[in-house]
């Protein structure tokens, strides 16, 4: 898709897209996320050439919460390969992404590292091979984007006081015998993932070595073999947007991963990077907004990869 075409579309998206906010209602279970303001829209796209094009609050930073799921699911590929799939499943779980329900059914194995419970398994891979995971991780996202990236300590803080459910699955996952570091070191791995601060721009950029086959696009890097890209993808596709993940595989029709402070990220691949943030979240916990603005995208620009 032409430069041009894309400096108009994104604009008249934002249009179409915004008033969608109003029938969402933002994440309240801690007072950053509650205090948001509903009416911040942003839509990045960053090619693989590295042509960017954004829409809105693109510049404003907030926690990026799940999208670091992704991340630290790259880490911990790059540590252990496949070896990963030992301590988390890759089934869609089709039951909210804070259930613990399915975890006790599964007998403590996650059913995929997109839902909080496989996240906590992935923390645990990381801290038995790395002296600073959440560190990494921001590590990753840096280089990925090419700027420095922020942490919120007072999100931080406040995810791990209100991380009561995510508490009790890392505990679950204990007592089947599928945790092996402490709760306490878990939880604090999480909620450093959930605290990561980054902007609309950052994360389009950031999530474009998933549409390059593994390789960093700007430095030529390669972050994982493609094969496991792939894999990433398939993941996303299939699980980052929890129970709406078939909605949006529909609409979409792209790997996509959603955040509670109302981003989603997701990447076209062979062709772009892409992020929409709108507070507001429907029933799933996706935006409202934003899942309309990538669907509209990946519509207008033919970017599905069905
Ligand atoms: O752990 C939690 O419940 C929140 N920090 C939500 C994270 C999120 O964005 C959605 N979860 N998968």
């Not at 790259?74 to 039951?95: C, I, N």
Request: aromatic share 4%; hydrophobic share 45%.
């Amino acid at each position: 898709m032409r430069t041009l075409d894309l400096d108009a579309l994104l604009p008249e998206i934002a249009a179409q897209v915004q008033p969608l906010a109003r029938q969402g209602q933002q994440a309240d279970y801690i007072p950053a996320l509650a205090d948001a303001d509903p009416n911040r829209f942003a839509l990045a796209t960053c090619d693989l050439t590295g042509a960017e094009h954004a829409v809105g609050d693109a510049d404003v930073p907030f926690a990026i919460q799940s999208i670091a799921k992704v991340f630290s699911l790259t880490l911990a590929l790059q540590h252990v390969g496949e070896d990963l799939w030992k301590r988390v499943d890759r089934e869609p779980s089709g039951d909210p992404f804070n259930s613990l329900i399915q975890l006790e059914l599964d007998e403590g194995v996650p059913r995929n590292p997109m839902i909080n419970a496989g996240a906590l398994a992935v923390c645990d891979v990381l801290l038995e091979r790395c002296d600073d995971p959440d560190g990494e991780v921001r590590a990753l996202l840096s280089e990925l984007c090419g700027e420095p990236i922020g942490i919120d300590d007072e999100i931080r803080e406040a995810e791990r006081r209100a991380g009561h459910r995510n508490t009790a699955m890392a505990h679950l996952m204990s007592a089947f015998g599928n945790l092996h570091t402490s709760v306490e070191a878990v939880m604090s791995t999480y909620a450093g993932l959930c605290a990561v601060t980054m902007t609309t721009r950052q994360l389009a950029r950031a999530i474009r070595f998933l549409a390059n086959g593994g390789v960093d696009p700007k430095t030529g890097h390669r972050v994982v073999p493609e094969a496991l890209a792939r894999r990433i993808n398939a993941v996303m596709l299939t699980c980052g947007t929890y129970d709406s993940a078939g909605q949006f595989a529909y609409e979409v029709g792209l790997p996509c991963k959603s955040g509670v402070a109302g981003a989603i990220v997701a990447d076209a691949p062979g062709r772009l990077g892409m992020c929409a943030w709108s507070p507001p979240l429907d029933a799933s916990g996706n935006s409202r907004a934003g899942g309309a603005a990538l669907h509209l995208l990946a519509e207008r620009a033919k970017l599905s990869v069905f």
